[in-house]
Every structure is written in C-alpha cells, then in structure tokens.
C-alpha cells in the first residue's frame, strides 16, 4: 500500500479595487492545501484533502475546505472517483451602488457573513502514456448546493457630498443547486531522472443546469 502527503501553498495578487466612499480591498491572498492519499489495493484508493484561502492581504480568510473521495481503477486508461467537499466561505460587506434616476445617490450594503456549502463530484478519467507524454482527459460532473439564509444590508444615501446611513433591512440569499460538467485536458511530459514534471491543462464548463 502507498501513502501520499502534499503541502500546497498559492499566493494570489490582482489589481486592488475603489470607488468613492467605498473602502479599498486587498486582493492578494494565499491557498493553503494538505492532501492525503492512501492505496487500499490496486483497484481502490482513497485521498483527502483541506484548504485554506485568504483574502485583504491575509487580513481575512475566504474560504476553508475539506473533502474526501474514493477511487477505481478499471485499467491503467480508465478510472472513476466519487468525492465530497464540505466548503465554508467568507463574503465581504457588498457595496452595490444605488441610482436614483441616472444619478448615483448612494449605496446598498449587505453585511459580510459566512456560507456553508456542499459539492458533490464524480470523475471519469481516460489516460494513455506515449513515451514520456501522458494525455489525460477527465469529465467532473459538479453539483454544489447551499441553503437560503438572510444577512443585514444597510441603505447609504448621499445628503450633498456627505454619505449617511439612511435606513436597514434584511436581504435574502436564496438557496441553489448549481450542476457543471467539467472538461480537463492534461498533458505531462516525464523528464529523465528529475522529479520535476512539467504539464499543461485546458478547462471547460457547461453550466447543466
């Protein structure tokens, strides 16, 4: 049986963005994933997964994950894997500007809050080795699924050039399913006595729903 420890950590940087009154936002963050894989026998195996992501120059965290699937080899071209990820995202506050008429008077703003969601995947994946090339493609069909929830939003108006709070209510979030079919295709190339593997994907997303 083999057992497998990875250690991953991304950082991401984008163009800050602002507009008046509004405050700015960082968005330089990290992903930060430990993932665990464990042969059962030569068809089966298991592996599992967490993440980390964090937001507003790491002042923030965006999200945490955990998932775990299992695997089947048919052959060595074809195998299927079922898998679950339990996701726990971050929302900042969401500035939406407010108009009145063709004029901005203002905005409204639903307060930062946290979202369970569940994601549900099966993987079918094709793979053939030519020399030191591997070709794989993969096909994810992709359900993720959240629950409807209400968060506090604030009505910000404009008296002049002074921005005030003007009044509050509720905002609904309402629930979804959202199901994707996924395409990946992968090229390796298996460099002689090197651990290191260069590879190139392309990714495609068909909304199902």
């Not at 945490?64 to 995202?89: D, T």
């Not at 500035?95 to 930062?112: F, L, R």
């Not at 003007?166 to 460099?191: E, F, G, H, Q, V």
């Amino acid at each position: 049986m083999k057992h497998r420890l990875v250690i991953t950590v991304l950082g991401l940087l984008s163009a800050s963005f602002a507009f008046a009154q509004v405050p700015d936002v960082s968005q330089f963050g990290t992903w930060t994933g430990i993932s665990a894989s464990k042969e059962l026998s030569k068809k089966w195996s298991l592996d599992g997964e967490v993440e980390l992501r964090t937001q507003d120059a790491f002042n923030a965290v965006d999200r945490w994950s955990a998932s775990l699937g299992a695997q089947y080899k048919f052959n060595k071209y074809l195998k299927i894997e079922a898998s679950y990820k339990y996701l726990y995202n971050y929302y900042m506050a969401d500035w939406k500007t407010h108009y009145s008429g063709t004029t901005v008077d203002g905005y409204n703003v639903a307060a930062a809050h946290w979202m369970p969601r569940n994601r549900f995947m099966l993987d079918i994946t094709g793979q053939k080795k030519f020399g030191r090339y591997a070709l794989s493609l993969t096909e994810r069909f992709q359900l993720t699924t959240n629950g409807s929830m209400t968060v506090d939003r604030d009505k910000w108006r404009y008296s002049g050039n002074t921005l005030a709070l003007s009044s509050s209510d509720a905002k609904t979030i309402d629930a979804a399913n959202k199901l994707y079919l996924r395409t990946r295709l992968m090229a390796k190339y298996d460099i002689p006595h090197s651990h290191f593997t260069p590879y190139a994907g392309y990714y495609l997303y068909n909304d199902l729903r």
